[in-house]
């Protein structure tokens, strides 16, 4: 399927090329588990890729294009609709404007777009899903129908009233049209289509040219499988007009592949890494009564806290096509998974992603002596109040406690004999050296907690004062 005039041969190249690093019995082991995924779920095909160190180090794919073993084979240059993953990329670039200073995320963002019936809803809440807005258009199924523009779009929620099902900022509530707004917020800041500012500041510099907004080139039919018969129905495909934002874009397993690489802190140019790990802080919970939390949406991404371990990416669905981008945060190890069917396929991007982590675990770096002599006199015991805290340097941070339980927390340094904390409940807050007459150090204050080398020192300015008789 292609509305691209050029043929296949003329296509672009993909943005990431393969690096086959994986050891042989691992790469036989994840076809393994695809294969077995593709008849396990009767997808008529699949695509998948694992990514680490900023590249693609495995990848595969099963079935053919037409789903019924005769047609062209699908491989990982084929193209497929990503769904809902668009919303990253428009995610990122709203988080440009905000950096470039265009706008601020608690702005409103009636005030950038005016006349959008979303009423407060300010722009921060829009990319967490946190607006209260709709879910869907309150026309036809848009994701199977022709797309009319934003003024459309706009006008047609007026009587919703104003599309909230929600208070804005009580809750999680997934919206589509939230993003269709955001598209037009671009839209309107560069004076040009979405996808224009996408391509240009997002896809280029990165290499992605097989990430379009239609099929070109080597693309899957999208199909919906019988539930129950092994019979297929094509599904329509269509420009969505202004709801394009919330899930237009198709691509290809080596194209989002180095999304994955992106999301893994490999962002080139495009964007600082700072603002990309604000993106991935939790702002909105996935709350289902009865169940953990293991699911939170930050700025744009999907964030899941499994077990402890932390994991950024998006699903994607619509007619025809399931996708999924996931990557673990601290590793950067991420995988892509794309199929053309409209539902059924399981879990197995993560499943991919565990069984290469197991296969293929990281070497530890070596050790090596790298911490600051000029901070010793810090480290040691303290306490606050009764409790006992260990402060150790560790590379360039001072770390009190143990961070990720209590209030243990790392610290960074932010000029002399000053600290600014980096994990749980001092994140940001500051901490002060004090210090004696005769310089060495009194005390640690810690957002106004005296920290203490014996359990209320007397001498070291404790508030409220420390009972003149002492421990009894």
């Not at 699908?74 to 404007?97: C, E, H, N, P, W």
């Amino acid at each position: 399927m292609s509305t691209d005039p050029r043929s296949d041969a003329d296509a672009p190249a993909a943005a990431a090329t393969i690096d086959q690093t994986v050891d042989p019995a691992t790469a036989r082991h994840l076809h393994h588990l695809l294969a077995t995924e593709q008849r396990r779920s009767r997808l008529p095909s699949v695509a998948a890729g694992i990514v680490r160190d900023g590249g693609l180090v495995w990848c595969d794919a099963i079935g053919t294009l037409d789903g019924r073993g005769a047609g062209e084979a699908a491989d990982t240059d084929t193209q497929y609709r990503m769904g809902s993953i668009t919303k990253t990329f428009v995610a990122v670039a709203v988080m440009q404007l905000r950096d470039a200073g265009r706008l601020d995320l608690l702005d409103r963002f009636e005030d950038h777009v005016t006349g959008s019936q979303l009423g407060g809803a300010t722009i921060a809440q829009l990319l967490s899903h946190g607006a209260g807005l709709q879910a869907e258009t309150n026309g036809p199924w848009w994701e199977r129908t022709p797309g009319g523009d934003w003024e459309a779009l706009a006008g047609s929620l007026a009587g919703s009233p104003v599309g909230q099902r929600f208070r804005a900022g009580r809750r999680f509530h997934y919206t589509n049209v939230g993003y269709a707004a955001l598209g037009e917020l671009v839209a309107r800041a560069h004076g040009s289509d979405w996808f224009q500012v996408v391509r240009r500041d997002l896809l280029e510099p990165l290499g992605m040219s097989r990430t379009t907004t239609r099929p070109t080139g080597r693309a899957a039919q999208g199909l919906a499988v019988h539930p129950f018969a092994d019979v297929l129905l094509p599904e329509p495909e269509h420009d969505a007009g202004a709801m394009a934002p919330a899930g237009q874009l198709w691509s290809t397993v080596r194209d989002l592949s180095r999304w994955a690489a992106f999301a893994g802190g490999d962002t080139g140019d495009v964007l600082s890494g700072d603002t990309l790990a604000e993106m991935y802080e939790p702002h909105t919970v996935a709350d289902s009564p009865g169940q953990p939390w293991t699911t939170a949406h930050g700025l744009g991404w999907q964030v899941w806290n499994l077990d402890g371990t932390r994991y950024v990416g998006h699903g994607g669905s619509m007619p025809g096509f399931l996708a999924g981008l996931r990557v673990e945060v601290e590793s950067g190890d991420g995988v892509v998974v794309l199929s053309n069917t409209t539902s059924g396929m399981g879990l197995v991007g993560p499943e991919l992603l565990k069984a290469f982590v197991e296969r293929e675990p990281r070497t530890p770096e070596p050790w090596h002596a790298a911490g600051d002599p000029s901070a010793l006199e810090l480290v040691g015991t303290w306490h606050w109040g009764p409790s006992v805290s260990t402060a150790r340097i560790v590379g360039d941070h001072l770390v009190l406690g143990d961070p990720g339980q209590a209030r243990g927390s790392r610290f960074a340094a932010a000029g002399h004999d000053a600290w600014v904390g980096l994990d749980g409940y001092y994140t940001g807050e500051p901490l002060r050296v004090v210090r004696a007459a005769d310089g060495t150090p009194s005390h640690l204050d810690l957002a106004s907690f005296r920290f203490t080398r014996t359990p209320y020192d007397p001498a070291a300015d404790v508030p409220g004062g420390v009972d003149e008789n002492g421990w009894r």
